[in-house]
């Protein structure tokens, strides 16, 4: 997993070492300063769609970034690798969240129309009826129940 403490850090040393501003980063960004706050705090990571941009206002490469460390030429390979493994497990990890997220919300929508339905041929007194099943108000909807 991205380490984004580390990350964070090396984008503020890297952005100090320019003699930028957060604000200045920023708008060479196109973006707001609490965003770069945010990651260099280490409370997220830049979208994909910035890190070329980023990396190009920083003078470092990608895989600088993503290491959160000046990449040495003979350790460059072996970290993109890392690198890239790191970001595929992610990417796995999301789809499987995003999956559960789904299965859940299913299983809940499955769960309330089957409640529903149940509800439906419960013989319940006229006064629950009213109370429950027309806004909780204790007053006729106009219907008769």
């Given at each position: 997993m991205?380490?984004?403490i580390r990350?964070?850090?090396f984008i503020a040393e890297s952005r100090k070492s320019r003699n930028l501003t957060q604000r200045q980063l920023a708008d060479a960004l196109s973006i707001s300063d609490k965003t770069i706050s945010k990651w260099e705090c280490g409370?997220?990571?830049p979208e994909v769609s910035l890190m070329l941009p980023l990396c190009a206002a920083l003078d470092i490469?990608?895989?600088?970034?993503l290491s959160g460390e000046k990449v040495s030429s003979t350790d460059y390979?072996?970290?993109?690798?890392?690198?890239?493994?790191?970001?595929?497990?992610?990417n796995e990890e999301n789809r499987k969240r995003m999956a559960l997220c789904i299965i859940t919300v299913a299983i809940t929508v499955?769960?309330?129309?089957?409640l529903i339905v149940i509800a439906s041929y419960i013989d319940l007194p006229t006064v629950v009826r009213r109370c429950c099943f027309s806004g909780g108000s204790g007053h006729s909807s106009g219907r008769n129940a």
């Open positions: 991205m380490d984004q990350i964070g850090r409370k997220g990571l490469t990608v895989n600088d970034l390979q072996k970290k993109a690798e890392g690198n890239m493994m790191n970001l595929m497990k992610e499955i769960a309330v129309c089957a």
